[in-house]
């Protein structure tokens, strides 16, 4: 739950791991104060958070990146992002047999994870592999696409998968408003 929706934290701190910490937590503690969610959803943002500035992805060194930023709050979710790099050469069914698909976090936020770094630079794939994980498919397709689309920018979304979108007007004027917030235009 608040890991699923704390991509827009990283957005909105990409220079202040600081705040992406400190919002990212309140933002769970609302729904889900348990330290494994709190850190589910501080890691999402931080990862937002760094993959905004481009470069290239090295999927098991941005997994360790990230489990060390979560550590603090829960070793045992710092754990299971630090077991995706292990796992990123994987094919899908085996990677995710090893996160597990359901929606507990130490499952949906390490799935979403391998998602992502087992094609970073590959939108479709990695939101496709989400979907067809099995289990909550949902929350970890959310994820994997918010990273997906942090690095590699809204331009490689599918068209298709923009045509069907439900509410898609709404989702870019809320994002058009998020980017100008961030540029200090808003």
């Known amino acids: 739950g608040s890991a699923m929706r704390a991509a827009p934290i990283g957005l909105l701190h990409p220079d202040d791991p600081e705040a992406v910490y400190r919002d990212a937590s309140l933002q769970s503690v609302i729904t ?3 330290p494994r969610a709190v850190a589910g959803s501080v890691a999402v943002a931080y990862a937002v958070s ?3 500035h481009g ?11 990230v489990a060390e930023f979560v550590r603090p ?3 045992e979710m710092a754990e299971r992002i630090e077991a995706v790099a292990e796992l990123a050469d994987l094919d899908p069914e085996e990677a995710l047999a090893a996160t597990g698909t359901g929606g507990f ?5 390490p799935a979403a994870f391998y998602c992502f770094l087992s094609s970073p630079e590959d939108f479709e794939h ?13 929350s970890i397709g959310a994820m994997a696409g918010a990273l997906s689309g942090a690095y590699n920018g809204a331009s490689s979304i599918p068209r298709r998968f923009l045509q069907r979108l439900e509410g898609r ?18």
């Open 73 to 75: 709050i829960s070793a």
């Open 50 to 52: 760094r993959l905004v």
């Open 32 to 34: 889900h104060r348990d």
């Open 105 to 109: 976090v130490l499952e949906a936020v």
């Open 169 to 186: 007007e709404r989702l870019v004027e809320l994002a058009d408003r998020l980017f100008d917030l961030v540029s200090g235009r808003g």
């Open 126 to 138: 990695a939101v496709v592999t989400a979907a067809n994980a099995g289990g909550d498919t949902d």
């Open 55 to 65: 470069g290239r992805v090295k999927p098991g060194r941005f997994a360790l990146e």
